[in-house]
Nanobody, 120 residues
């Protein structure tokens, strides 16, 4: 499974940005595509995921109402639409192939990160 995230950049507070995650490989659809972020000096945070069927979307409370996760199965691409961005959203964002085990979501494969910087 290979994943490639893109779309990061610099945006002003209150603005929007959309990240994309292109997936490939024989078994990537066996996993739910997830998004994580890691801010400087902080632990990596799980933002949410969605199955490639488009069902069963999960969003963390920290971004619910501002971020939207979607997929296009035909294009093997997932998106993270980020609205009403705040400086605290500044981080490196990653997409990953995720699976559920022992009561929690885990990442099996990672894409490279893309930097998102929100200026005040």
């Amino acid at each position: 499974v290979q994943l490639q995230a893109s779309g990061g950049g610099l945006v002003q507070a209150g603005g929007s940005l959309r990240l994309s995650c292109a997936a490939s490989g024989r078994t990537f659809q066996n996993f739910a595509v997830g998004w994580f972020r890691q801010a400087p000096g902080k632990e990596r945070e799980f933002l949410g995921n969605i199955r490639w069927s488009g069902d069963d979307t999960y969003l963390a409370d920290s971004v619910k109402g501002r971020f939207i996760i979607s997929v296009d199965n035909a294009k093997n691409t997932a998106w993270l639409q980020m609205n009403s961005l705040i400086p605290e959203d500044t981080a490196v964002y990653y997409c990953a192939a995720t699976y559920f085990s022992f009561g929690a979501w885990h990442a099996a494969f990672w894409g490279q990160g893309t930097q998102v910087t929100v200026s005040s």
